[in-house]
């Protein structure tokens, strides 16, 4: 099969532009009260830098939806990616 027999989409510039940069959110109040270890997150700043993206910034927010928007509202400003990460238990919730 020839390469001009491929159907390949065109996708808009701003697509085509490395993720420079990431910021990782981690809600839970379990989080933020000492009851969980957020291993989550380490594995996930590690897991982001062997792709060479590095992590930006790096935040835990309990379980309160105010909180939640505005800690992602920010991050999304600093960073090219936001990951978000939660329900690492025991809340009722996760």
């Keep these: ?14 697509f085509k532009n490395p993720v420079r940069s990431a910021a990782l959110v981690t809600i839970g109040t379990e989080l933020v009260a000492g009851f969980t270890v957020n291993t989550n997150a380490t594995w996930l700043c590690a897991e982001l830098a062997q792709l060479g993206v590095p992590v930006r910034a790096y935040s835990t927010v309990a379980d309160e939806l105010e909180l939640a928007v505005s800690e992602l509202t920010g991050a999304a400003e600093r960073a090219d990616l936001v990951v978000v990460t939660g329900g690492l238990g025991p809340t009722r919730d996760d």
């Design 1 to 14: 099969m020839s390469s001009e027999a491929l159907d390949v989409p065109v996708f808009p510039e701003h």
